[in-house]
């Protein structure tokens, strides 16, 4: 029997395809198109040329600004993920079901406040006469540059995604079945086997989960690497501001955009892929 | 280690969680290659009591010994006591083969001898050509198989199992029953069986452990246990049962005005049971002495048909009947019966105390 098609699943979808639509795929076709548009005397003009992207593609501050940024964003998924885990675990196994809820709290409230004026307070905490040289200072260490730096900007980076990836990573080691965990225990497996064979391969999905909003909220921070990495080198959303900021250039800042988003599909659709790969 | 040291033994073994005791004292040997069922209603302790075997949980108090060494604080990871749980506890992140070598490869035995177990286990449960599938790709009853596959890989000496068939479907209970009874038999190891269904505790085994409260209320063969219960908690929680108490006179029990024939049982206050397959039901008043109770409903068990009914002061009564005299009987609600035994066949409970 054929069943009418019900208007019904349609209705509920359709904000969200509306708003989608609008302020994500519009915005995105435009970007594309304009990419491909030509500057004149400052002023835009709908074209079709690839000058732009030969200008960008062909030159060596695009590439390393790309690497730069790329690399940058990995290091701190790759620290977020690791300094995060440590903590996760405990509010997911050691603590009382209590702990964990004041904890998850906590862990929201870092957003309350504009990451911008985090990153402020870190210029002041990390400068050369701030608290955290005066600490060093005490044990006969330091100064040390700590603004202006990659080490600066990783501070900025871990500032901005650690809440989450530690939110991200104590839900899917708390949602792991513990029979699990102790049937691991019972079939001989140290309590450090237990973690690598069994506790992270369960928790898989929320970890990389973790490591991708990690990579993908560093890899088009504008803040950090402006405030606290000095902007030298420049990251790509750097580059961006410059490009628009020198001539107009849109169309070329375009194309730096256009790369940084197939760079986060890339990304983002193998470790999804890889997170809920399964066993064959 | 000489044949005669139990493989295991609890000791005065008490476990508690804070106020609430678990386990209140237990003392219990098991041999080797035995069967044993630990039976009893949740909460009984029974749980705990295997757990604490598995080395998951850590007796407040008592010893546990296994193979006369005292295991009490050894870690779950340094015994050889597989557990097989209730929810099978397979690893979805491994396929059937990963799962099954789990074990030997914790114990970094080499790849090509963990390749030949897990085809022998494999094939001794039922599974050649179910190595690469996925867990979520097997039915209940290849699941169960290879939960066992991955418990006696590392040929452990006992095999424990917190009421593994629970889950499945009642025509794959029996024959999963014969499974594991086989298996038990042809590897000679001890299995401890957990689980709050009589039918899988008789089935199976060589004694059955009766707990309850957190104690150990009766231990004994399964027939043992169900012709002689040592006291109400028993011969409610197994079976169908009948529960009489009323006073001994030469003779005979008075129940509630009606006195009935009783062998063998010294003058006074008496409790006895007498079994839903002993009780004989008449649609009229026999020339013997008989309870008489009005019919209350009837259930198909699978050797016959039990009958409910009501008996003076509300006495709760029950007995098993052929289908074929049921239908001479032709009951109906409220219809009087009358109802009497053998004189050998009540049995008097021992232990009057408590319901445990």
């Given at each position: 029997?054929?069943?009418k098609?019900s ?31 030509l ?7 709908p074209?079709f ?24 964003a ?27 809820r ?34 060093i ?14 080490f ?21 080691l708390?949602a ?49 690497p402006?405030?606290l ?15 628009t900021?020198?001539?107009?250039q ?8 256009v790369m940084m ?16 790969r399964?066993?064959? | ?6 493989l ?9 969680y ?89 114990r ?50 006992m095999?424990?199992?917190?009421e ?35 039918s ?6 060589d ?51 009606v ?12 409790e ?62 409220g ?22």
């Open positions: 029997m054929a069943r098609p208007i019904y699943p349609y209705f509920w979808r359709a904000p969200l395809l509306i708003w989608q639509g609008l302020f994500f795929v519009g915005p995105l076709i435009l970007m594309v198109a304009m990419s491909f548009w500057v004149r005397n400052y002023r835009m003009e074209d040329v690839l000058a732009n992207w030969e200008r960008m593609l062909t030159r060596d501050y695009f590439w390393s600004a790309y690497q730069v940024t790329f690399l940058r990995s290091i701190a998924a790759a620290l977020a993920s690791l300094f995060a885990f440590p903590a996760s675990y405990a509010l997911a196994f050691l603590v009382s079901e209590t702990t964990r004041w904890a998850i709290f906590f862990l929201i409230v870092p957003f309350f406040t504009s990451y911008l004026v985090r990153v402020y307070a870190w210029q002041v905490l990390l400068a050369e006469s701030g608290p955290v040289n005066a600490v200072g005490f044990v006969g260490l330091g100064p040390f540059t700590m603004l202006n730096s990659g600066g900007a990783m501070v900025g980076y871990l500032t901005l995604i650690m809440p989450l990836v530690v939110i991200l990573q104590t839900f899917s708390a792991i079945d513990r029979n699990l965990i102790e049937a691991a225990w019972n079939l001989g497996a140290s309590p450090r086997r237990t973690l690598v064979r069994v506790i992270v391969p369960a928790a898989k999905v929320g970890l990389i989960l973790g490591a991708v909003f990690a990579f993908i909220l560093s890899f088009g921070d504008f803040v950090s402006f405030y990495g000095g902007s030298k080198p420049p990251t790509l959303s750097i580059l961006i501001i410059d490009t900021k020198s001539g107009q849109w169309p070329r800042a375009a194309v730096v955009a988003i197939l760079t986060l599909f890339t990304v983002a659709f193998a470790a999804v892929g890889a997170a809920y399964r066993n064959a | 280690m000489t044949d005669a040291t139990p295991v033994r609890f000791s005065q073994v008490r476990k508690s804070g106020a609430i005791e678990a386990v209140r004292g237990i003392d219990l040997d098991i041999d080797r290659g035995e069967f044993v069922a630990i039976m009893g209603p949740s909460g009984c302790g029974k749980t705990t009591t295997l757990r604490m075997l598995a080395g998951l949980e850590t007796p407040t108090d008592g010893t546990i010994t296994i193979d006369g060494r005292v295991t009490n604080s050894l870690p779950a990871h340094e015994r050889d006591t597989p557990l097989v749980w209730q929810s099978l506890a397979l690893f979805p992140f491994l396929n059937v083969a990963q799962n099954v070598e789990f074990g030997l490869k914790m970094d035995v080499p790849r090509a001898e963990r390749q030949a177990k897990v085809a022998l286990w494999l094939e001794r449960l039922g599974l050649e050509g179910f190595e690469h599938r996925r867990i979520d790709q097997l039915s209940g009853g290849q699941k169960q198989r290879v939960a066992l596959a991955r418990s006696l890989i590392t040929e452990p000496e095999l424990l199992l917190d593994p068939l629970s889950a499945l479907d009642a025509h794959l209970v029996v024959r999963m029953q014969g499974v594991l009874t086989r298996l038990q038999k042809e590897l000679g190891i001890t299995f401890v069986y957990v689980t709050h269904s009589q899988e505790a008789f089935a199976m085994s004694r059955v452990v009766i707990m309850g409260h957190g104690e150990i209320v009766q231990i004994g063969r399964p027939r043992e246990i169900f012709r002689a219960p040592r006291n109400r908690f028993v011969a409610e929680f197994v079976g169908h049962n009948n529960i009489l108490s009323g006073t001994v006179t030469q003779g005979e029990i008075d129940v509630d005005g006195r009935l024939p009783l062998a063998g049982v010294s003058d006074g206050p008496a006895i049971v007498v079994a839903a397959d002993r009780m004989e039901i008449y649609g009229s008043p026999p020339s013997s002495p008989a309870l008489k109770a009005a019919f209350v409903s009837e259930e198909f068990a699978g050797a016959g048909v039990i009958c409910y009914f009501e008996g003076p002061g509300d006495l709760e009564l029950r007995a098993q009947v052929p289908e074929a005299r049921l239908a001479e009987l032709a009951p109906e609600p219809k009087p019966f009358w109802l009497a035994w053998a004189a050998d066949s009540p049995h008097v409970l021992t232990h009057r105390e408590g319901r445990t």
